[in-house]
């Protein structure tokens, strides 16, 4: 049985060990899915995310850190930072499938085993969507045939088009 799986809805209502968040190098919030999931977890997942900054900085594009769940039902959140798309010719995709790959390898370093993913940098941060979609899939994929300890991988689509891709794309 495939360990992915695409759902349409609201990542923080999500019952999971980690959900991903598309935060921003600051680690301190932001609009879009950044903004719902610290509005949903509460202070606490900010305040871990300030510590995390004064020890190591913020956290680059295609990196990730961990805190807690704070208030959502998911028991952490994997911060991670997707690139801003800025014509494909800034090394976007690969800091694209760094940010899932990173995130996946946090999970499994935080015995991680069903993790949910938003649609990384296809807000804000203007990634196009079918693009964006093939290579989380992919990348995901990737991990997940050398990686045994990830039982669940959830492809959380907030948007319509987002939505329809995954769902051609994992046919
Ligand atoms: N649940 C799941 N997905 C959501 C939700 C939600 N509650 N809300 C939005 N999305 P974006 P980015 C989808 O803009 O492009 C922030 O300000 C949304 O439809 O949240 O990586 C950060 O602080 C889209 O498909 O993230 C950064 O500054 C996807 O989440 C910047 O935005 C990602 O959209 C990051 O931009």
Redesign the pocket.
Known sequence: MSRLKLIQ????KLQVDAIVN???SSLL?????????HRAGGPQILEECRQIRNKQGGCKAGEAVITSGGNLKAKHVIHTV?PVWNGGSKNEEQLLANAYRNSLRVAIENSVSTIAF??????????PKRRAAEIAIETVQQFLQVNESIREVIF????EE?TNLYQQLLK
């Open positions: 809805g609201d990542i923080t598309a935060a921003n919030g932001g609009g879009g899915v950044d903004g719902a999931i997707g938003p649609n990384i940098s296809t807000g804000i941060y203007g990634f959380c689509c907030f948007d987002n």
